[in-house]
């Protein structure tokens, strides 16, 4: 076991998919693995034996705390926050942007993992005059709702405290109680898919649009499509007081194609703006006619379409059977692999959230790696000065949501094996509650060759395979899908993974027109040139028991021995650690030159060979943004500025360009904000914040093969 984890720390880690030729976008996972930890296989100590007197307490909740709301308490949520409404007109006009669960307290989290809910841990309490804390009961959960009032364009956020009534397995229901409500001045929440829905059937009936769609030679509307977009924002114009959109326009082929692609027909040269709160058309212009790229024939990616219906027919079938079962154990939402143990979270926004992440080492026990792990931004600024591309610098989670953009998967298709699927539930914009059924997915996978040793004198080998275990939820954004996935393997590595899929954003060119900005990828259709970025937040705990703040953050790179007498033969080099000690020295770069990574590591544990214990972050390939610095958009994305951060834990803190990135007119909000308390970290609970970004070059497809990052 020791051996092969050292093995896996050697190896460089790539992502699990090919990279196509195709594109010129580099694609690496961000990989965080264990630093040469000697793990020890000795049978459990007294640790576990010492508890056996502890009482064991009812328990007082029939879902943990960290559970994503429940469609029941989403439900009683929101009607308590609409009930709280003073008028009838007041409650009418509540819109329901997000109702996600108040996370507790770390130490509450603690206490529930040890006395609440399987397995008994109670090595985990916390003590008080070294005895562990035993409480009698959990606090009641609370949900914090997201409201947008629609008549009086204010943004509110409620916290209701949600209590169950009898326990949900006797069809129990909960009562919600308003514990704290309060109006957030001039920003604008995220849009909603009904708004969008809406948006786009205003701008179909807007009569200048159809006499614009006219002269395009565009008669029937049932063509057309309208993706609204968020503004951003460039100028006063574009600032919360109102909510706008500025959608893009594409047409459909007559075809009978079931999903033409409607995407590799842009209809350039009609400026719409769209003011969402009352949802009407307030500027058209129909600006320049650029003749809509003919209907290519390699335009939609069915089988049907493209090869006749027939998908590789020279594939033979390869089957992924497991007849015992899965290996892994699930309760709930708690997930138990091998050593690996974490628990299954979801919200609108980010989507996957993965708590409580441990390792179960031998004689050392449960060894925490992290509290909480996920996907909480990501950013695509387009590179090409010409409207409406520059505009285009979408923040897929703070303006529309990752979590609820999610689709349901299908098995045989998006997984193979044995799957355990979590269904997510959010809010409709009126409040309805829904359901995303078969959301995240949960499976395992083999992962070819873990570790190989063959000795050459015997030509006895000895080899491990890889088996891996992978959480994913996939979500579309408009023409783009995403894939989210983290990866847990045997070596004690965790990867995470973002693979970007689906259809391109695309624009059209005037005959003769050549772009620098892009690629010509069909006849009059281009492709610009634009970045993905996402941002990881990791709250790290590693070794550390609850309470316990003892993470550091070390730079290591790699150094050069300068000649001497102590090197004739300048073959020297060596690793050189210097520690992050504040928030604004931990604001780093990647440096392939140097083989640059971080160590998060615990101060007060040491391993067999007497040093501290840590996880290595391994950024893969990476960049900056490519946009001069006084790029608008970077006034809302500071936080793009730089691939790691690290700040020391603090609950608000969650969203990197604050908590409503759409239209913000404040600059740097968020983590560039944060940062600048400079707060000591040299020895507290340390959040990482690993930015890491793909530039997107396409070079002929019009769907976008798929990427991992
Ligand atoms: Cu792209």
């Given at each position: 076991?020791?051996?092969?984890?050292?093995?896996?720390?050697?190896?460089?880690?790539?992502?699990?998919?090919?990279?196509?030729?195709?594109?010129?976008?580099?694609?690496?996972?961000?990989?965080?693995?264990?630093?040469?930890?000697?793990?020890?296989?000795?049978?459990?100590?007294?640790?576990?034996?010492?508890?056996?007197?502890?009482?064991?307490?009812?328990?007082?909740?029939?879902?943990?705390?960290?559970?994503?709301?429940?469609?029941?308490?989403?439900?009683?949520?929101?009607?308590?926050?609409?009930?709280?409404?003073?008028?009838?007109?007041?409650?009418?006009?509540?819109?329901?942007?997000?109702?996600?669960?108040?996370?507790?307290?770390?130490?509450?989290?603690?206490?529930?993992d040890a006395y609440f809910f399987p397995p008994f841990q109670p090595s985990l309490l916390p003590k008080t005059?070294?005895?562990?804390?035993?409480?009698?009961?959990?606090?009641?959960?609370?949900?914090?709702?997201?409201?947008?009032?629609?008549?009086?364009?204010?943004?509110?956020?409620?916290?209701?405290?949600?209590?169950?009534?009898?326990?949900?397995?006797?069809?129990?229901?909960?009562?919600?109680?308003?514990?704290?409500?309060?109006?957030?001045?001039?920003?604008?929440?995220?849009?909603?898919?009904?708004?969008?829905?809406?948006?786009?059937?205003?701008?179909?009936?807007?009569?200048?649009?159809?006499?614009?769609?006219?002269?395009?030679?565009?008669?029937?509307?049932?063509?057309?499509?309208?993706?609204?977009?968020?503004?951003?924002?460039?100028?006063?114009?574009?600032?919360?007081?109102?909510?706008?959109?500025?959608?893009?326009?594409?047409?459909?082929?007559?075809?009978?194609?079931?999903?033409?692609?409607?995407?590799?027909?842009?209809?350039?040269?009609?400026?719409?703006?769209?003011?969402?709160?009352?949802?009407?058309?307030?500027?058209?212009?129909?600006?320049?006619?650029?003749?809509?790229?003919?209907?290519?024939?390699?335009?939609?990616?069915?089988?049907?379409?493209?090869?006749?219906?027939?998908?590789?027919?020279?594939?033979?079938?390869?089957?992924?059977?497991?007849?015992?079962?899965?290996?892994?154990?699930?309760?709930?939402?708690?997930?138990?692999?091998?050593?690996?143990?974490?628990?299954?979270?979801?919200?609108?926004?980010?989507?996957?959230?993965?708590?409580?992440?441990?390792?179960?080492?031998?004689?050392?026990?449960?060894?925490?790696?992290?509290?909480?792990?996920?996907?909480?931004?990501?950013?695509?600024?387009?590179?090409?000065?010409?409207?409406?591309?520059?505009?285009?610098?979408?923040?897929?989670?703070?303006?529309?949501?990752?979590?609820?953009?999610?689709?349901?998967?299908?098995?045989?298709?998006?997984?193979?094996?044995?799957?355990?699927?979590?269904?997510?539930?959010?809010?409709?914009?009126?409040?309805?509650?829904?359901?995303?059924?078969?959301?995240?997915?949960?499976?395992?996978?083999?992962?070819?060759?873990?570790?190989?040793?063959?000795?050459?004198?015997?030509?006895?080998?000895?080899?491990?395979?890889?088996?891996?275990?992978?959480?994913?939820?996939?979500?579309?954004?408009?023409?783009?899908?995403?894939?989210?996935?983290?990866?847990?393997?045997?070596?004690?590595?965790?990867?995470?993974?973002?693979?970007?899929?689906?259809?391109?954003?695309?624009?059209?060119?005037?005959?003769?027109?050549?772009?620098?900005?892009?690629?010509?990828?069909?006849?009059g259709l281009y492709a610009p040139v634009h970045q993905h970025f996402f941002v990881a937040r990791m709250d790290?705990?590693?070794?550390?028991?609850?309470?316990?703040?003892?993470?550091?953050?070390?730079?290591?790179?790699?150094?050069?021995?300068?000649?001497?007498?102590?090197?004739?033969?300048?073959?020297?080099?060596?690793?050189?650690?210097?520690?992050?000690?504040?928030?604004?020295?931990?604001?780093?770069?990647?440096?392939?030159?140097?083989?640059?990574?971080?160590?998060?590591r615990n101060t007060r544990t040491v391993n067999r060979t007497g040093q501290l214990t840590g996880y290595k972050?391994?950024?893969?390939?990476?960049?900056?943004?490519?946009?001069?610095?006084?790029?608008?958009?970077?006034?809302?994305?500071?936080?793009?500025?730089?691939?790691?951060?690290?700040?020391?834990?603090?609950?608000?803190?969650?969203?990197?360009?604050?908590?409503?990135?759409?239209?913000?007119?404040?600059?740097?909000?968020?983590?560039?904000?944060?940062?600048?308390?400079?707060?000591?970290?040299?020895?507290?609970?340390?959040?990482?914040?690993?930015?890491?970004?793909?530039?997107?070059?396409?070079?002929?497809?019009?769907?976008?093969?798929?990427?991992?990052?």
């Amino acid at each position: 076991m020791a051996t092969s984890q050292e093995k896996a720390t050697l190896s460089p880690t790539a992502s699990g998919n090919p990279i196509s030729s195709k594109t010129s976008a580099a694609a690496m996972a961000t990989v965080i693995h264990p630093v040469l930890d000697p793990l020890s296989d000795s049978p459990p100590s007294a640790t576990t034996k010492t508890t056996a007197a502890t009482p064991v307490m009812a328990r007082a909740q029939t879902c943990h705390p960290l559970d994503p709301l429940m469609a029941a308490e989403i439900a009683v949520a929101v009607s308590t926050v609409r009930a709280a409404g003073k008028t009838p007109e007041v409650r009418d006009s509540m819109r329901f942007i997000e109702v996600v669960l108040v996370e507790p307290d770390k130490n509450v989290v603690a206490l529930a993992d040890a006395y609440f809910f399987p397995p008994f841990q109670p090595s985990l309490l916390p003590k008080t005059k070294g005895r562990p804390v035993i409480p009698t009961k959990l606090p009641p959960r609370q949900a914090r709702l997201v409201v947008y009032n629609k008549r009086s364009n204010e943004t509110s956020i409620w916290t209701v405290e949600l209590n169950e009534v009898h326990a949900a397995t006797r069809g129990g229901h909960h009562r919600g109680k308003v514990i704290s409500s309060k109006v957030v001045p001039d920003v604008q929440p995220p849009m909603d898919a009904e708004e969008y829905a809406e948006c786009e059937a205003v701008v179909k009936d807007f009569p200048p649009f159809r006499e614009a769609m006219r002269k395009r030679g565009i008669v029937d509307m049932d063509l057309v499509m309208v993706d609204p977009w968020c503004v951003g924002y460039h100028s006063n114009a574009d600032a919360p007081s109102r909510r706008l959109a500025k959608p893009l326009i594409f047409c459909r082929t007559e075809s009978d194609c079931p999903v033409e692609n409607g995407y590799a027909r842009p209809v350039e040269g009609i400026h719409v703006l769209v003011d969402m709160q009352n949802m009407v058309v307030i500027e058209f212009e129909d600006r320049k006619l650029v003749p809509l790229p003919p209907a290519d024939p390699l335009r939609n990616y069915t089988a049907g379409e493209t090869r006749g219906g027939v998908d590789r027919s020279d594939v033979k079938p390869l089957q992924i059977i497991q007849p015992e079962g899965p290996s892994f154990r699930v309760n709930g939402h708690f997930v138990n692999w091998q050593k690996w143990n974490f628990r299954i979270g979801f919200t609108p926004r980010e989507g996957l959230v993965i708590y409580s992440v441990a390792y179960l080492d031998g004689s050392r026990g449960r060894r925490p790696v992290a509290h909480r792990l996920s996907f909480v931004e990501m950013v695509v600024p387009y590179g090409d000065p010409n409207d409406p591309h520059y505009r285009k610098n979408a923040f897929d989670a703070g303006e529309d949501g990752l979590g609820k953009n999610a689709h349901s998967l299908k098995k045989g298709c998006d997984c193979l094996g044995y799957i355990k699927y979590f269904d997510a539930h959010f809010t409709n914009f009126t409040g309805g509650v829904e359901t995303i059924e078969n959301c995240v997915c949960l499976h395992e996978e083999d992962h070819g060759i873990l570790w190989k040793h063959q000795d050459w004198r015997t030509g006895l080998a000895e080899v491990r395979r890889s088996r891996r275990l992978t959480v994913s939820f996939i979500c579309t954004v408009a023409n783009y899908e995403y894939g989210f996935f983290w990866h847990f393997y045997q070596d004690g590595k965790i990867e995470a993974e973002v693979k970007l899929t689906g259809v391109l954003s695309l624009g059209a060119l005037q005959p003769g027109e050549v772009r620098k900005y892009g690629t010509m990828i069909a006849p009059g259709l281009y492709a610009p040139v634009h970045q993905h970025f996402f941002v990881a937040r990791m709250d790290m705990a590693v070794d550390c028991k609850p309470g316990e703040a003892f993470n550091q953050v070390v730079e290591m790179n790699v150094k050069v021995e300068d000649p001497g007498k102590d090197n004739v033969h300048n073959n020297a080099f060596y690793p050189e650690e210097e520690l992050l000690r504040t928030e604004l020295q931990a604001m780093r770069d990647c440096n392939p030159l140097s083989a640059r990574h971080w160590i998060i590591r615990n101060t007060r544990t040491v391993n067999r060979t007497g040093q501290l214990t840590g996880y290595k972050l391994l950024p893969g390939s990476n960049c900056l943004p490519l946009a001069g610095s006084e790029a608008k958009f970077l006034r809302r994305a500071a936080f793009l500025k730089h691939n790691l951060w690290v700040t020391a834990y603090s609950r608000d803190e969650m969203y990197p360009g604050g908590e409503f990135p759409n239209q913000n007119p404040r600059s740097g909000e968020g983590l560039a904000t944060w940062v600048k308390q400079n707060r000591p970290i040299e020895e507290t609970d340390i959040v990482l914040w690993s930015v890491y970004s793909l530039l997107h070059r396409v070079t002929t497809f019009q769907v976008v093969l798929t990427i991992s990052l």
